[in-house]
């Protein structure tokens, strides 16, 4: 997961977000109607909505960080506080995010195993936010690709384990299996590309605080950022660290 700095929302969709609410239709639904809600909400202009989500976060998912684009089959309008609980909520760009499909158009054979907002469902609350940068900055990934908390962070990493199921299935504490989307896999191949750069600049002679850093930077800025890039982020930020101490 990656922090997302939130962007002024479109004009369009302002406008439309303005109308509803000085509908009297929209003011005598009750919080907990989810259907009335959520049919005041699919008048929003989706396409708008989600080109302007994926600016923000890069074109990526905003929980696992598997790529996404502006289509409504594969990627989706995810309400961080649940559409159900908070009708105002539910048409406040700021609590809105582009998520991946969970594996939910997976076809391949076996049971699947579904993650991110497929996984959570619309009733479930999240103590985890992407929008939190106190909480983004705890993230941590292993070599093996499992992602959690350091320092341990028990309701974070529940979140992470239970609701958005990003470490796979576990059962009584033991691992079954990937994600359908192999999240596990996908993290850990990228940790691979890291030591393969570092491994190239190495031999160079070049794996320099001053060549990592041009690497972060250009990771951070560019439009869209490659899949998985917390954990290049994470460990090339880690390699810079250490070089820095190292006065290299």
Known sequence: MLYIEKKTPPREVVREVSKIKSDPGWKAIKDGNTKAIRD????LPKETIRESLLEEQH???AYCMRKIQNNGQSTSIEHW????KDKELALDYGNMLAVCDGGKNWKGSGKKVLCCDAWKADEKDLNISPLNKQQMDKIAYGKDGF???APYDKKMEDDIQDILRLNGLWKKGKFI???STELIKGRKDTY???ERIVKKLGKAGKCTSSAIKKIIDEIQNV???PEYAGVLLYFFNKKYQSLVKRGL
Do not use: G, H, N, V
């Open 223 to 225: 439009e869209q950022r």
């Open 40 to 43: 005041e909400f699919d008048k």
């Open 177 to 179: 299996a990937d994600t």
């Open 147 to 149: 992602i959690k908390t």
């Open 192 to 194: 691979l590309q890291y």
């Open 59 to 61: 074109y990526l998912c």
């Open 81 to 84: 506080y649940p559409l159900s």
